[in-house]
């Protein structure tokens, strides 16, 4: 394994020597109470990395929905009343749990982050960074279909 420049920064010192090949009993060591340290870490994250999973599967959920909607063929069609039924299921889940969801995990990282002294990083971004752009996005998204509303409204009154 070769480790460069930054990512070698990273790493703790107790890391660096196993990657030189000089190992003894106290690199042994260091390495054990290294990977206690880190086994410790993943289970102090295990409630904010199961949030975190459960938020994936809603965006994935919240994509697939709006995928849904963007076709106006759905309400013409004979018979799909199971298609529109599960188009109420995703909404109810995307409109009532994703907000939630984003909510316990902000909060879920926060507590992480105060009690072991890290940032809390899931997908390679800093969770509570990542959901600060995703609220950001979606309330100029929100934003945006308002204005274009009033602006088709003005245009009907002219």
Do not use: C, W
Request: glycine share 6%.
């Amino acid at each position: 394994m070769r480790v460069e420049g930054s990512d070698r920064e990273a790493l703790p010192e107790a890391a660096i020597p196993l990657l030189e090949g000089s190992i003894t009993e106290a690199v042994y060591e260091k390495h054990v109470a290294f990977e206690k340290q880190i086994e410790a870490r993943a289970e102090a994250l295990a409630p904010a990395i199961q949030l975190y999973d459960r938020r994936q599967g809603l965006l994935q959920e919240r994509e697939e929905y709006l995928q849904i909607i963007s076709d106006p063929k759905r309400l013409l069609s004979r018979g799909a009343g199971a298609a529109r039924l599960r188009e109420e299921k995703l909404e109810k889940r995307v409109k009532k749990l994703l907000p939630m969801v984003s909510k316990q995990l902000r909060k879920a990282a926060e507590e992480a982050e105060a009690a072991n002294g890290f940032e809390v990083r899931l997908g390679g971004s800093r969770v509570i960074e990542a959901l600060d752009e995703f609220e950001a996005a979606t309330a100029s998204g929100a934003q945006k279909k308002r204005q274009e509303k009033e602006d088709a409204k003005a245009a009907k009154a002219k």
